[in-house]
């Protein structure tokens, strides 16, 4: 299965911006689902965003407008844009990868903290 290495996480402030990125190995990355999860400490996972593989986003209500996923598939990496960063956005966030016939892979998650 692919593995997957996320970095870009920390700290920030209020209304500030982080880029987050998540490497994943193979050759066929570019035929992967990818999507942004997050957990936040004692509430379940839940779904940030996603895109297909080729290029078909979708968002949570919660960061519509504020965040933006996107792949580089020449470069096997997946990125977040993360801007107007919220203290309810403070959560490890997570790479998750699926094709069908392969199953599902997970990173092993960044740290964001959004504080003042």
């Known amino acids: 299965q692919v593995q997957l290495v996320e970095s870009g996480g920390g700290l920030v402030q209020p209304g500030g911006s982080l880029r987050l990125s998540c490497a994943a190995s193979?050759?066929?990355?570019?035929?992967?689902?990818m999507a942004w999860y997050r957990q936040a400490s004692g509430k379940q996972r839940e779904l940030v965003a996603q895109?297909?593989?080729?290029?078909?986003?979708n968002y949570a209500d919660s960061v519509k407008g504020r965040f933006t996923i996107s792949r580089d598939n020449a470069k096997n990496t997946l990125y977040l844009q993360m801007n107007s960063l919220k203290p309810e956005d403070t959560a490890v966030y997570y790479c998750?990868?699926?094709?069908?016939?392969?199953?599902?892979?997970w990173g092993q998650g960044t740290q964001v903290t959004v504080s003042s």
């Open positions: 998750y990868a699926v094709i069908a016939g392969v199953g599902g892979s």
């Open positions: 895109i297909t593989s080729i290029g078909v986003t």
């Open positions: 193979g050759s066929i990355f570019r035929f992967y689902g």
